[in-house]
């Protein structure tokens, strides 16, 4: 039997959804959840070189690569080390959807253009305070990719020997 009173969505909508989707912390949520940060979404134009956010700023934003390449990369003393370069569905400045964060490392544009989704990480908590499934999705996906990092890391160190490369910790999922 058919719900006549379900929401239905547009073709647009459903290839935004499936986009959204394809990334980790989306990857467990409904289209009816997906729909409440659809609004949201703010597509911000990048160039090579640009910075979109810098070691230490507030986490005040969650992004997600609609196309380009971003690299992430941490400053030590004068010198930049590149840790991943990530590409389309992809999100960083992922620890937005916790409060109180601060960025751990620097996200640059690597490509020549770079088009990124911004969500807000205010309009997240907001999602969250009103839907409590939701927010338990998208920490459980948060939990897997942690769990995923620390074991590149630990990965890395062991096959180091005393030369440590933190960029192997930024292995693919």
Not at 54 to 67: K, T
Not at 85 to 96: I, P, Q, S, V, Y
């Amino acid at each position: 039997m058919i719900n006549i009173f379900k929401k239905t969505y547009n073709a647009d909508e459903r290839t935004l959804f499936d986009f959204m989707r394809r990334g980790i912390l989306f990857s467990k949520l409904s289209d009816e959840e997906l729909a409440k940060f659809a609004p949201h979404l703010h597509l911000r134009h990048y160039t090579k070189g640009e910075v979109i956010f810098f070691r230490e700023d507030p986490s005040q934003a969650l992004y997600l690569i609609n196309s380009g390449i971003v690299t992430l990369n941490i400053d030590i003393e004068d010198k930049f080390e590149d840790l991943v370069h990530l590409k389309a569905t992809e999100t960083f400045g992922d620890n937005a959807i916790l409060e109180g964060t601060n960025r751990p490392y620097n996200a640059v544009c690597f490509s020549d253009h770079a088009d990124v989704y911004v969500i807000p990480s205010a309009v997240i908590h907001d999602i969250f305070s009103e839907n409590i499934k939701i927010q338990a999705k998208m920490m459980m996906s948060m939990a897997e990719i942690y769990d995923r990092f620390t074991g590149h890391l630990f990965r890395a160190y062991k096959e180091s020997f005393g030369f440590f490369d933190l960029g192997r910790a930024f292995m693919p999922f």
